[in-house]
């Protein structure tokens, strides 16, 4: 949502709470209809909205003043705001452009931080005993060997997997839902593609795919930005020799 209608909200919010304000202080909150509740329900809405609104933008180091926000809102009200309506546009586009580029400095710092992550969490590992590093750049692992055949790019295979940010966080696994997974090789992010024509079938290997073989800067929930990713993969079974859709 861009911040303009973002803050075109909150001044509804503030109206309606202000215009509540004076016959909430004199009687106390009678909830015995649906209507009273779904009324109070709506403040309670409009009051969180425009809190978390508040600290998302002081967050980004935008701080707001909400006796000023209520203080617009009467007087927009009353017809006698302080500013004409082209300094009022202007200044709204001024606030949405410094969120957005706060946005942007964070995200960039963000993403500075985890390439130097990743970059020493790979040249660490590199280090271990039995970790072998392609030309690509993609780390395993054999935890299980076998005499298995080894799929093609474009075959279809079943494995069971679990994959793990290089903070131990789990955010997929195969083997907690009791299903193996089935896929074309070659519609996988291309650790995956590369990494699985590496095993026989039976094997077990532990990938360690940097992010330029992941999901590279994409945000894909949690797994953020230029996430280095480890997977422990085991073939099952190589399914097919043809390509179909997922």
Partial sequence: ???????????????????????????????????AKQSYSLG??????LDGTLDEYSKMGLSLDSALILRGVQDAIAEKAQLSEEEVQAMMTALE??????QGAIA???????????????????KKEGVTVTESGLQ???????????????????VHYTGTLVDGTKFDSSVDRGEPAQFPLNRVIPGWTEGVQLMNVGSKFKF????????????????????????EVELL??????????
């Fill in 1 to 35: 949502m861009r911040l303009v209608s973002k803050m075109s909200l909150i001044a509804v919010a503030v109206f309606s709470l202000t215009a509540c304000q004076k016959e909430a202080e004199q009687k106390p909150v009678v909830l015995d209809t649906d209507a």
């Fill in 140 to 158: 395993y692992e054999v935890l299980q060997a076998a005499e298995g055949a080894k799929p093609a790019a474009t075959d279809t295979v079943k």
């Fill in 208 to 231: 360690t795919i940097p992010a330029e073989l992941a999901y590279g800067e994409r945000d894909m929930g949690v797994i953020k930005p230029n996430s280095v990713l480890l997977f």
């Fill in 44 to 49: 309670v809405s409009v009051g969180r909205y």
């Fill in 97 to 102: 452009e410094q969120f957005r580029e706060k």
């Fill in 108 to 126: 960039e710092a963000e993403a500075a931080q985890a390439i130097a992550a990743g970059k020493s969490y790979l040249e660490q590992n590199a």
């Fill in 237 to 246: 079974e190589i399914v097919s020799t043809e390509t179909t859709e997922k």
